[in-house]
C-alpha cells in the first residue's frame, strides 16, 4: 500500500524558514513527479511547486517563486520543500502528492492518484 508522509510543519513567525519532508513507501519514486499543494480553510486544495522524477523540471505557482525550493532524493524516497521568507498567507496544510509520468499536467489534483495526511503549517505576523 503506497503512502506519503509529510513532516516538517509547525508554528513560525512571519520572515522564518520551514523545511517540509514527504517520504513514500511502497511507490516506484523514479516512476513519479512530486508536487506540494496547500489548502487553508474554506479554501480549495491549491498548487504550490512541482519536481519531475529526474529533478530536471521544476515548476512553482507565482506566490512562492524565489521563496520556496522542491527538491528529491530519489535514493531516500523523499521530496522536500524549502520555505523561506514565510508570510502569514502561507499558512495552510501543505500535502506532498505523487504524479505518474505518463502526465503532462502538474498542477491539476486530478492527476496525482496518491496523497499524504497534511502538515500544518501557521505562520504568524
Known amino acids: 500500500q503506497v503512502q506519503l508522509v509529510e513532516s516538517g510543519g509547525g508554528l513560525v513567525q512571519a520572515g522564518d524558514s520551514l523545511r517540509l519532508s514527504c517520504a513514500a513507501s511502497?511507490?516506484?519514486?523514479?516512476?513519479?513527479?512530486m508536487g506540494w499543494f496547500r489548502q487553508a480553510p474554506g479554501k480549495e486544495r491549491e498548487f504550490v511547486a512541482f519536481?519531475?522524477?529526474?529533478?530536471?523540471?521544476?515548476f512553482y505557482t507565482d506566490s512562492v517563486k524565489g521563496r520556496f525550493t522542491i527538491s528529491r532524493d530519489n535514493a531516500k524516497n523523499t521530496v522536500y520543500l524549502q520555505m523561506n521568507s514565510l508570510k502569514p498567507e502561507d499558512s495552510a496544510v501543505y500535502y506532498c502528492?505523487?504524479?505518474?509520468?505518463?502526465?503532462?499536467?502538474?498542477?491539476?489534483?486530478?492527476?496525482?492518484?496518491?496523497w499524504g495526511q497534511g502538515t500544518q503549517v501557521t505562520v504568524s505576523s
Open positions: 502528492g505523487a504524479r505518474p509520468n505518463y502526465y503532462r499536467s502538474y498542477d491539476d489534483v486530478r492527476v496525482y492518484p496518491y
Open positions: 511502497e511507490l516506484l519514486f523514479s516512476s513519479y513527479g
Open positions: 519536481i519531475s522524477w529526474s529533478a530536471g523540471s521544476t
